[in-house]
């Protein structure tokens, strides 16, 4: 299962002719690369599954929300998906975007609340020894050049110090892993298991995530 050259092409037409006229007229194209790639998302989410608790794949709509967008294109020119993990205990998930020049796959954490990015903040705090060995190993530095990417804040956070050991972590707002890939890898023979085995190697941290975030900061469980 790969993905055709067709989907990259079609998506570079959707950038240059972002409108309603042109994309009623190619309609039954893009319906047809549509279900092409639905297929595509699926096979990831099947091989993931053989590892992982895949609760549910949600394939993202072509259609652009612009309402209170100062863009006001109609149209995504990519195709996306996410796969969220099963149940309270497996926290992360993972995303993968097709773009022309554009594409990447990341997993992690975008918008922790309030409540988990103060406990995931205190646990860096209290020793940031686990996460950096988890950040170095062999297969995280292959697929995401070992680092967390995600906005952050010019300083430490109330309640933090600014000399702490682990301030680059503590001033993060989000806690995302990021690989992206070019045209030609999205069209190889091997990109789907490229990206099962760089979503295989967020696991150990999707592991370590999970544990801080369903315990409190004396290690007890705070899920039923």
């Excluded at 570079?12 to 690369?33: G, S």
């Excluded at 030609?184 to 979503?199: G, H, P, T, Y």
């Amino acid at each position: 299962m790969k993905v055709d050259k067709e989907v990259l092409e079609f998506l570079k037409k959707i950038k240059k002719n972002n409108n309603r006229e042109w994309f009623k007229e190619h309609k039954p194209q893009f319906d047809a690369l549509k279900s092409e790639v639905e297929i595509f998302y699926q096979s990831i989410k099947d091989g993931l599954s053989e590892e992982d608790e895949i609760e549910k794949l949600k394939v993202y709509r072509i259609y652009r929300d612009i309402r209170f967008s100062k863009d006001k294109t109609p149209y995504k020119s990519h195709f996306a998906g996410s796969f969220s993990r099963s149940g309270k205990s497996l926290r992360g998930g993972y995303y993968l975007r097709i773009s022309p020049g554009e594409s990447f796959l990341a997993g992690g954490f975008w918008g922790p609340n309030k409540e988990d990015l103060f406990r995931i903040r205190k646990e860096f705090e209290i020793s940031d020894v686990e996460i950096r060995e988890i950040l170095a190993a062999p297969d995280f530095k292959k697929y995401f050049n070992g680092r967390l990417e995600g906005n952050e804040l010019k300083t430490a956070p109330k309640g933090f110090q600014k000399d702490d050991p682990a301030i680059d972590l503590i001033r993060k707002k989000a806690f995302i892993a990021i690989r992206k890939f070019t045209d030609q890898e999205v069209l190889a023979l091997e990109f789907k298991d490229e990206v099962i085995r760089s979503f295989r190697a967020l696991r150990p941290y999707f592991d370590y995530m999970s544990e801080v975030l369903t315990t409190d900061l004396n290690g007890v469980s705070i899920i039923d």
